[in-house]
């Protein structure tokens, strides 16, 4: 393939796409300030597969999906979806960096959940999941009203359809949440430690949801999670991180009940014998 | 203190006066104060600094200087305003700019987190503010502009300088054709004191509204136990 | 050109004398706002519910009632108390009793921020309530409002203006006599206005500053 320099040095084919489907992360660099983040990482994932990342916090794994999710932007290197760069786009000839129309038609694909939720606090249940369906694509009021309470029951909270989210325990919050970014129809979900801030009994139920998606669904997915029991009953993948790179990667079987690495080893037996 | 109790048809027009100065003045303050508030939000550094200027300038002036100066030295050089819009101008501008602050402020003091969720659901930014961000941000706007409606009014009383028959001119009216200088303060003080008790009323029930949009306190949507068993879905 | 460049020139020391009699009242009233605001926010942690009720309510009429009003008062009623003050100390007076109202609440905050529990270790060392004030709890309070007192002080000397309804001869006094002999009001309100506004920045400027310093403590 033939390539040309972008302006920060990455290199990339020439006409501006990766030829593949799925994510790609190619010499990723990301700082903050000295503290480098994540180093020259390199991996990918393809359609429909379910990644789950672990590691020790300040690993980088949440910042993977920061990046993914354009909530940062990379130092070097380019992370490439659905074949196209989150970085640079293509203008005639040239590669110029990526300006707002470029990322959006990106984040289209991409939908996250996040540690806290993120309930939009002046709206009721209904209408933080059809805010988006309605304004950004452009749905009409019943169609977007259809495709939220259709979601609702599929998280199984059909009855609090006209609730304030303040009303509801953290884990009805959470199963809104994963509804208002399911509403929008992703290719690519994005799970940032979604039950990490959830009382213990309220976690199975957020769990059980993700499983139904996981199972009903080709969604692609990509967890940070310390749920190692989910990580083991729906990825395809584990990835180990430890100081902004991949130390081992492997299906779950592998990684859980043979991990090679030293620094993996570690950390299953720090976090599993806490339970 | 009867002779000035009986001119109170007298003292009760110059009241509104006074309040339609204050609704007028906080009228335009409000406008300015999301515009110039807004644009100092703005991703360009050019817009952002415009506002700046606007603000800083504004913070900086005296209203009465303000207002001396649209009566007395803009005529001069064309500009004839009549003392009513000379005095709204100078209060809408100045209370404005501080007003520009507290939009900017309050904006910048929702949570990162909204604005990140709006992020993932592929917002524009225009709809991010919007739909998500302002609405949060102004009820946390609400009690610093309950603060500075209270200092629009205090401040209209400089209208009586520029011969606006405000509560205070009024005063100055009274007191000459009676002679009694205590019992006339004595009474518009109580008069101003009333009208900035009935405007703090006013904003804190705003706030109350505010608080019921963001779910922070039972509003209308909250349901007996009896009327939640009985909707069945 | 309307603008009179030799006129503005020749009228500046006029408009200076003004200006230092701004200054003058600014600074005497800050210092009355001060000192006062500081008893209030002391009597208002009085036991006794007659006392601090009172100075609540005679506080918070100050608050919500215009300068102007309060300066007028003072202007003509003062003197029937047998009490002869120039016009600038009426105005000194005026402007430190209505910004004390606004200091008093700043006072009241940074005593409220103290920790209950240096309250209680002046306490269990015995020291005389005199000391566990003005040793323990004040130097901390103040400290820590600082720069909001100082907001004060921009504030005020943009209130001065106010002044001249009591014949005070302060900076827009000044110009409004310059215009009214001369029939030119331009330059004089102009440079007023210049001025006020240099002042003001630069004052807030220089308060960011210090709240940088102070913020950092």
């Not at chain 1, 593949?20 to 503290?35: A, E, P, S, Y």
């Not at chain 1, 199984?156 to 399911?182: C, E, M, N, T, Y």
């Not at chain 3, 108390?81 to 606004?102: D, K, N």
Request: proline share 4%; glycine share 8%.
């Amino acid at each position: 393939m033939a390539t040309t320099d972008s302006a920060d040095g990455a290199v990339l084919p020439e006409d501006g796409t990766a030829g593949t489907d799925g994510i790609r992360f190619d010499g990723v660099v990301k700082r903050f300030g000295d503290n480098v983040v994540l180093r020259e990482l390199d991996f990918s994932v393809a359609p429909g597969e379910r990644v789950t990342l672990i590691g020790p916090s300040g690993s980088g794994k949440t910042t993977i999906l920061r990046l993914l999710m354009t909530l940062e932007k990379v130092d070097e290197g380019v992370i490439w979806v659905n074949g196209r760069s989150l970085s640079h786009m293509k203008r005639g000839e040239r590669l110029v960096p990526a300006d707002e129309k470029h990322l959006r038609r990106i984040r289209s694909d991409i939908g996250m959940v996040f540690q806290q939720f993120n309930l939009f606090p002046n709206m009721s249940v209904l209408r933080n999941i059809t805010e988006a369906p309605t304004h950004v694509l452009g749905l009409s009021k019943d169609e977007a009203n259809e495709r939220a309470r259709a979601l609702l029951d599929l998280v199984g909270l059909a009855d609090k359809v006209d609730a304030h989210p303040s009303r509801l325990s953290g884990g009805q919050q959470q199963r809104v949440a994963i509804a208002r970014a399911l509403a929008m129809q992703p290719k690519i979900l994005l799970l940032d430690e979604v039950t990490s801030a959830l009382d213990p009994e309220l976690v199975a139920g957020v769990l059980d949801v993700l499983r139904d998606i996981a199972n009903e669904t080709d969604i692609t997915m990509l967890c940070v999670t310390h749920e190692m029991g989910f990580a083991r009953d729906v990825s395809n993948r584990v990835l180990m991180f430890d100081q902004g790179q991949i130390v081992e990667e492997g299906t779950p079987a592998k990684i859980f009940s043979e991990p090679e690495n030293q620094r993996t080893q570690d950390f299953l037996h720090a976090v599993l014998d806490q339970r | 203190m009867s002779d000035v109790l009986s001119s109170y048809p007298l003292l009760l027009r110059g009241a509104w006066v006074t309040i339609q100065l204050t609704l007028y003045g906080s009228a335009l303050a409000l406008v300015l104060a999301f515009v110039f508030g807004l644009v100092g939000l703005a991703r360009s550094a050019w817009l952002r600094a415009f506002g700046r200027i606007y603000v800083e300038f504004f913070r900086g002036t005296a209203t009465l200087v303000l207002m001396y100066w649209f009566f007395y030295a803009l005529p001069l050089v064309g500009a004839r305003f009549t003392p009513m819009f000379a005095a709204v101008l100078a209060l809408g501008l100045n209370v404005g700019a501080y007003g520009a602050e507290v939009v900017r402020g309050a904006v910048k003091a929702v949570p990162k987190e909204q604005y990140e969720a709006t992020v993932a659901l592929n917002m524009r930014p225009a709809q991010r503010l919007r739909r998500v961000l302002l609405p949060q941000a102004i009820a946390l706007m609400l009690p610093p502009f309950g603060n500075l409606l209270i200092e629009l009014m205090k401040g209209s009383a400089v209208v009586s300088l520029i011969s606006i028959a405000d509560l205070m001119l009024r005063a100055q009216q009274l007191r000459q054709s009676t002679g009694q200088t205590t019992s006339v303060f004595l009474v518009i003080l109580v008069m101003y004191f009333v009208i900035a008790q009935v405007l703090q009323l006013l904003v804190r029930y705003l706030e109350r509204r505010a608080d019921i949009m963001l779910g922070r306190r039972p509003g209308r949507e909250a349901r007996s136990p009896l009327e939640t068993l009985g909707a069945a879905k | 050109m309307i603008w009179d460049w030799h006129f503005a020139g020749k009228i500046l020391p006029d408009l200076l004398r003004g200006l230092v009699v701004t200054i003058e009242a600014t600074l005497l009233g800050y210092v009355v706002a001060l000192i006062l605001g500081l008893v209030w926010a002391i009597l208002r942690r009085s036991p006794s519910r007659i006392v601090n009720q009172t100075v609540r309510w005679v506080v918070e009429f100050i608050r919500s009632t215009p300068l102007l009003v309060q300066l007028f008062f003072l202007f003509f009623a003062l003197p029937s108390t047998g009490l002869q003050f120039s016009a600038l100390v009426t105005g000194i007076i005026g402007l430190g009793l209505h910004y004390s109202s606004y200091t008093s609440e700043v006072y009241r905050a940074g005593i409220a921020d103290v920790p209950v529990g240096q309250w209680e270790a002046a306490t269990a060392l015995n020291l005389p309530r005199r000391r566990v004030w003005f040793g323990v709890v004040l130097p901390q309070a103040v400290r820590k409002v600082i720069p909001t007192l100082a907001n004060y002080l921009i504030a005020m000397f943009k209130d001065s203006p106010l002044l001249l309804a009591i014949t005070v001869p302060e900076m827009l006094h000044s110009a409004y006599d310059v215009g009214a002999r001369s029939l030119r009001f331009l330059e004089p309100m102009t440079i007023v206005g210049v001025l006020f506004v240099i002042v003001s920045v630069l004052s807030s400027l220089l308060l960011r500053r210090l709240e940088f310093r102070y913020g950092n403590n």
